[in-house]
């Protein structure tokens, strides 16, 4: 017995991608676009603070500058991880012909990944999810186009 039925007729998708691979099928400008739109989502989330989620930063070290002076549990009035524009200004695009991603140089990106016992997880590269729908929009009118 047979309660419902769905059928999908993917033919004029499979023509579109095989009309793509008889053109060449070089994704790298497509994929250079989208990795533009990588390193926007990482400035982002240095901008927002991770959209807000981020722990505040506490005074710890000398010459960090606070709202109220202090040490040891002042909250900073500005942004961190941007102060000297070195870590937020690091990130640059980077794609091939089936790859696009947002990367750093900077080393001590590694403390911010993940967290740890002294410096809370602050991950930039943890962009919001509509930032990838885009890319997959714009791969898919590219590779249709």
Known sequence: MEYFDVTIDASDIVDQIDEFRERGGNLAPIMAVIAEDLV???SDQYETEGGGRWPPHKVWSRGWKTGRGGRGGARQTHKLMQDTGVLAGSTEPNYGAD??????G?????????GG???PKRNPFEIEDEVFDEAVETLLEYVVE
């Open 40 to 42: 926007s989502g990482v």
């Open 99 to 104: 790859f696009a991603e947002a990367t750093t």
């Open 106 to 114: 900077v080393e001590y990106i590694v403390y911010h990944l993940d």
């Open 117 to 119: 016992p002294i410096i």
